[in-house]
């Protein structure tokens, strides 16, 4: 099991913008699938970006819709890193933001179920003042 470690939260105004960033303890297979999944107080946690290395080492990626065109998900295997650049923030963004690790490529069916998912991080908060 990897360990995972969120950075980058933040309090920012409406349509700012924020990186975070989520360092694990060892090398991920680039095959597994990332992900980026947010919970505020009194919801479920819900998955907002999740990417994975596919055949000739394309990344695809995909997004909860109410962040799609705002937020990029991106990973640098090389320094064990996966990102996600918030842009054009609102305040129903604000939650804890939480870094997960699976043991296999994301797919639609499947990436937004926390059961894909064998490693979290202790997430980081994302405060979005209006």
């Known amino acids: 099991q990897v360990q995972l470690v969120e950075s980058g939260g933040g309090s920012v105004q409406a349509g700012g913008a924020l990186r975070l960033s989520c360092e694990a303890s060892?090398?991920?297979?680039?095959?597994?699938?990332m992900a980026w999944f947010r919970q505020a107080p009194g919801k479920e946690r819900e998955g907002v970006a999740s990417?994975?290395?596919?055949?000739?080492?394309?990344?695809?990626?995909y997004y909860a819709g109410s962040v799609k065109g705002r937020f990029t998900i991106s990973r640098d295997n090389a320094k064990n890193t996966l990102y996600l650049q918030m842009n054009s923030l609102k305040s129903e963004d604000t939650a804890m933001y939480y870094c997960?690790?699976?043991?296999?490529?994301?797919?639609?069916?499947?990436?937004?179920?926390?059961?894909?998912?064998?490693?979290w991080g202790q997430g980081t908060q994302v405060t979005v003042s209006s």
């Open positions: 997960a690790a699976g043991f296999r490529y994301c797919s639609e069916r499947y990436w937004t179920l926390t059961t894909t998912y064998n490693s």
């Open positions: 060892r090398f991920i297979d680039s095959g597994a699938c």
């Open positions: 990417i994975y290395t596919g055949t000739g080492f394309t990344n695809y990626a």
